[in-house]
């Protein structure tokens, strides 16, 4: 199963509102930010679906749905590419966030972890600054529901014991990745 959702970031030095559009894969909790615009319409929003399905390539076919919201820019253009795929689009109820929670918990997670702690300047900084902490999420943040695994680790992860553990800063410091050290 897929989610997706949007959420918009201020940018302090353009003023300007930048929409982030996200897809969740929501059994390992990977995510895929699909683009940041400062005008979501629907022909946009299409596009993105197409562009993540190119990504997915073989492995579109071992997702069965993608739930989302009632947005104006989910149009039926983009719940026809998703079903062109063998995807089903579920709509979530009116007025009814939780009914899309693993979504939104990443809106809440990525807005503390990062968009709340740093001023962004304009949407090239948000999307490198996405991109890297995307990155972290990805492959080196802990999830609770996964046993406290990444959902695609790009190193080896060890059992926790009583060893040292070394901090490193993501994002200067905003977030950290910790590891254990070598005994």
Known sequence: ??????????CALTLKRVYVFFVMEVATRYVHILGTTTNPDGPWTT??????LMDLRDRADDFRFLVRDRAGQFT??????LADAGIEVVKIPPRCPRANAHAERFV???RREVTDRLPILNEHHLRSVLDRYVTHY??????QAPQLTPPRPDHPTTEPNRTSIRRRPVLGGLTNEH???AA
């Open 1 to 10: 199963m897929l989610a997706c959702d949007f959420f918009h970031v201020d």
């Open 47 to 52: 596009q993105q679906a197409r562009n993540l």
């Open 76 to 81: 039926t253009s983009f719940d026809a590419v």
């Open 108 to 110: 809440g997670t990525v």
């Open 138 to 143: 990805n492959h080196r943040r802990p999830h």
């Open 179 to 181: 590891e254990p050290t």
